[in-house]
């Protein structure tokens, strides 16, 4: 189906009246005059959305971690801990609204661990850092263990 101009000045001019009018014509099963073309794209954008957060919390994770593990700093670390235990759980809720997920985890680890690598190098220059993960790679493992002693 052609974008009219009607369908496209909505979907350019107000994004939540055209979500709201989508929805309305999905409800009434009026599919001859749904705006195909941007609902496909917004569709898409949610799992790209997903994946996107998934990996920036990765990231924060990861890099919460290895402060963790390799600063000593008991000023810092209950900070840390508690970045560390929010990431974990919001990764947890992402993955148990959208299990696929779990296999982009995998894809995505060696990146993120190279981006949460290079900040920490960046703000703690004194600090050796692992170049590989150090610990397990493995989804369950590294959304709960603490691998810290207190």
């Given at each position: 189906m052609t974008q009219t101009p009607q369908r496209l000045a909505l979907y350019e001019g107000d994004f939540a009246l055209w979500l709201e009018d989508v929805a309305a014509k999905?409800?009434?099963r009026d599919f001859d005059h749904l705006d195909i073309d941007n609902l496909v794209?917004?569709?898409e954008s949610l799992g790209r959305s997903d994946k996107k957060e998934l990996k920036s919390r990765l990231v924060t994770l990861m890099a919460h971690l290895l402060k963790r593990l390799y600063i000593d700093s008991a000023y810092d670390n209950r900070g840390w801990e508690i970045t560390i235990r929010e990431q974990r759980k919001e990764l947890l809720l992402l993955l148990e609204q959208s299990p696929s997920l779990g296999g982009y985890f995998a894809e995505?680890?060696?990146?993120a661990y190279a981006i949460a690598l290079a900040e920490v190098r960046e703000d703690y220059t004194k600090v050796t850092f692992p170049d590989r993960w150090p610990l397990s790679q493995l989804v369950a493992d590294l959304l709960s263990n603490a691998y810290w002693a207190d």
């Open positions: 999905l409800r009434s794209e917004e569709i995505v680890f060696d990146g």
